[in-house]
């Protein structure tokens, strides 16, 4: 019986799952939960088989009432979990803060300890923690574990995981920079060096994870030495609709100025901004094609987003005193050729090329897309957040976590 990982990523008004074939890495089922606690007929996809179900039949009142029906799915349409070894469930947890500098089991002391760190990351820890919480209850009998995206960025440098905060304010409230997204940056500098043909060693990495959520990683030899996401996954890079970094003096502005309260500005900042606050659209494919009709707003906005990459990789550069590869990754990353050709056109001068026919061909296959004399080797590889998380929870489901908790049904 082949071993699987169903992998959950819970969002606040959504549920992506996988099921991950272990030996092979393939994703044998695939899903997406929408519109969750909303007064509106939720959204149920199910993929299996080359086949594709969708229903939009009932409101979903919470995750408990999406996952009991997902379950449903897999007897109903397949696969059938009780002909495969599901060793174990996973759930990606955004912030793990300072207290999980590596995967965790879940008990009700982590689910806590997860609920806890939301005050670090409104806008993912607290559904997530919902979603193991639910899943233990349905799967009593499978391991479940805990994967977080700040774990690989706890060893970023502290000259760039410090704000130059008030020292006091900053220990009293663990105001530091965690980062975000490193599962997949984590997952990126691992495969590049092999799809660049580069010696991991010493090699000088930036990895582009421009999905949604947006975020920028330096890493030397697969080591992380720096990261555009902070405290919460907020700053840094234009996302979908997030602002990325902006003076927080717009905070005090908008307060004094606007009579703006903490959660309009929160809402504001994370889900009224970027490209959707900008344009009215937090899908860039949606935002290309304004570009294209002249739309001046879709236009600035790409600009703007452009800019703030190219801003990052020159930063990058000067922190790591060199660059050898730069990969592309996540939905706009792997998908947008004009958003990639945008980019690297800046770094010309640097003597960055690519092949314009390389970066146009579309191919879900890591690929390298600069000729072979630009002074750079550019990628474009798919993340496998799913996959990576499989591994992690199948390690820890066999063999314990490092806080000392194993798995007893
Ligand atoms: N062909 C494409 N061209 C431009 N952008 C694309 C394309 N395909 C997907 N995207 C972008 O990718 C985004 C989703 O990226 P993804 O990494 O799946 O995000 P998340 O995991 O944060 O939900 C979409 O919002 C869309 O803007
Ligand atoms: C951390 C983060 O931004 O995640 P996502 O891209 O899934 O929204
Ligand atoms: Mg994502």
Redo the contacts with the bound molecule.
């Keep these: 019986m082949a071993k699987t990982v169903l992998v959950i990523n819970s969002g606040s008004s959504s549920i992506k799952y996988q099921l991950v074939d272990l030996e092979s890495g393939e994703g044998l089922a695939s899903g997406l939960v929408e519109k969750i606690g909303e007064p509106v007929k939720g959204i149920y996809t199910h993929k299996y088989n080359g086949e594709k179900h969708q229903f939009e039949d009932e409101i979903i009142k919470d995750h408990e009432q999406g996952l009991k029906r997902v379950l449903a799915f897999f007897d109903e349409y397949g696969p059938n979990l009780k002909e495969y070894d599901l060793v174990a469930v996973g759930h990606r947890v955004v912030q793990g803060g300072s207290v999980f500098p590596t995967p965790a089991l879940v008990t009700p002391e982590n689910i806590a300890k997860v609920k806890e760190l939301a005050v670090l990351a409104p806008l993912h820890n607290g559904p997530e923690a919902v979603g193991a919480e639910v899943m233990t209850r349905l799967l009593p009998d499978v391991p479940q574990g805990f994967v977080f995206d700040s774990s690989f960025f706890f060893q970023l440098p502290e000259a760039s995981a410090t704000y130059a905060l008030n020292k006091e304010v900053a220990d009293k409230y663990q105001v530091r920079r965690y980062g975000a997204h490193g599962t997949s940056h984590e997952f990126i500098g691992q495969v590049a060096p092999e799809v660049a043909g580069k010696d991991p060693e010493g090699l000088k990495q930036i990895v582009l994870h421009i ?3 947006a975020s920028v990683s330096a890493q030397i030899s697969g080591k992380p030495v720096e990261t555009s996401m902070g405290l919460t996954p907020l700053e840094g890079l234009m996302m ?1 609709s997030r602002t990325g970094d902006i003076d927080p003096a717009v905070v005090f502005h908008l307060i004094r100025n606007a009579g703006m309260n903490v959660d309009e500005l929160d809402a504001l900042f994370n889900k009224k901004s970027g490209l959707m606050g900008m344009t009215g659209h ?4 949606e935002v ?1 094609g304004l570009r294209d009709a002249g739309d001046e707003n879709a236009k600035l906005a790409i600009d703007v987003y452009v800019h703030r990459i190219v801003g990052y990789i020159g930063n990058y550069t000067a922190q790591m005193g060199g660059l050898d590869v730069i990969t592309f990754t ?3 990353g792997e ?2 050729d004009p ?1 990639r050709a945008l980019v690297c056109e800046k770094l010309a001068p640097f003597g960055v090329k690519i092949d314009a026919e390389k970066n146009a061909t579309r191919s879900s296959e890591p690929r390298i897309i600069s000729t072979p004399d630009s002074s750079v080797t550019v990628c474009v590889i798919p993340t496998n957040e799913e996959l990576a998380i499989a591994q992690k929870v199948a390690k820890i489901a066999a063999e314990g976590d490092a806080y000392g908790n194993t798995f007893a049904a």
């Design positions: 999905g949604n959520g979908g937090g899908d860039m494919r290309l996540a939905g706009v998908n947008s958003i």
